[in-house]
Antibody, heavy 118, light 107 residues
């Protein structure tokens, strides 16, 4: 069974940093690209970041470019999102989602909540 | 930036057919995907590549496209289908883009 479990969400101050993790199991992690998607309270879904299975191709939404860094450790089946210079509008539930070839978000984690507030 | 436009809400009675549209200038050249999100839960993939259903998704859910508009159809809607529904496709300046979402209420 495919499982994606996010962790690391917390309360952070504006300008601060957080590191999110996504533990994957039930599939060959290194064979799949992965995404981060977020959802602000009461709002819709927003794609945040994409990384290929090898980690060689990485993309970011304009809203987080230069502040967030995605990485992965295929030996540990883990996806990470380093979030720096946090802003109030980064407050959201952050989901990791598997990217199967031709199907961008075929499996989702349960999400981890990030609150940015002073 | 590229946007996918969905109606904010759809209300209907059990047994009726719900049709949720998603419009985007580039949809005639791109695949569309649909997700269902119930309150407090993660989204679930409903339809991929315009009209394909993942295993386990009831055949009450179907997808279609016509030009720059895609439609998710829920036939014989049930109270359990109350949820937010999002369309998604490839973006222009971003890798992926989601529609604004449609809240389906079953009265």
């Amino acid at each position: 069974e495919v499982q994606l479990v996010e962790s690391g969400g917390d309360l952070a101050q504006p300008g601060g940093s957080l590191r999110l993790s996504c533990a994957a199991s039930g599939f060959t992690f290194s064979s799949y690209s992965m995404n981060w998607v977020r959802q602000a309270p009461g709002k819709g879904l927003e794609w945040v970041s994409y990384i290929t299975g090898s980690g060689t191709t990485i993309r970011y939404a304009d809203s987080v470019k230069g502040r967030f860094t995605v990485s992965r450790d295929n030996a540990k089946n883990s996806l990470e999102l380093q979030m720096n210079r946090l802003r109030d509008d980064d407050t959201a539930v952050y989901y990791c989602a598997r990217d199967r070839s031709g199907v961008p978000f075929d499996q989702w984690g349960q999400g981890t909540r990030v609150t940015v507030s002073s | 930036s590229y946007e996918l436009t969905q109606p904010p809400s759809v209300s209907l009675s059990p047994g009726q057919t719900a049709r949720i549209t998603c419009s985007g200038d580039a949809l005639s050249q791109q695949f569309i995907y649909w997700y269902q999100q119930k309150p407090g839960q993660a989204p679930v993939l409903l339809i991929f590549k315009d009209r394909e259903r993942p295993s386990g998704i009831p055949d009450r859910f179907s997808g279609s496209t016509a030009g720059t508009t895609a439609t998710l159809t829920i036939s014989g809607v049930q109270t359990d289908d109350e949820a937010d529904y999002y369309c998604q496709s490839a973006g222009t300046s971003s890798v992926y883009v989601f529609g604004s979402g449609t809240k389906v209420t079953v009265l």
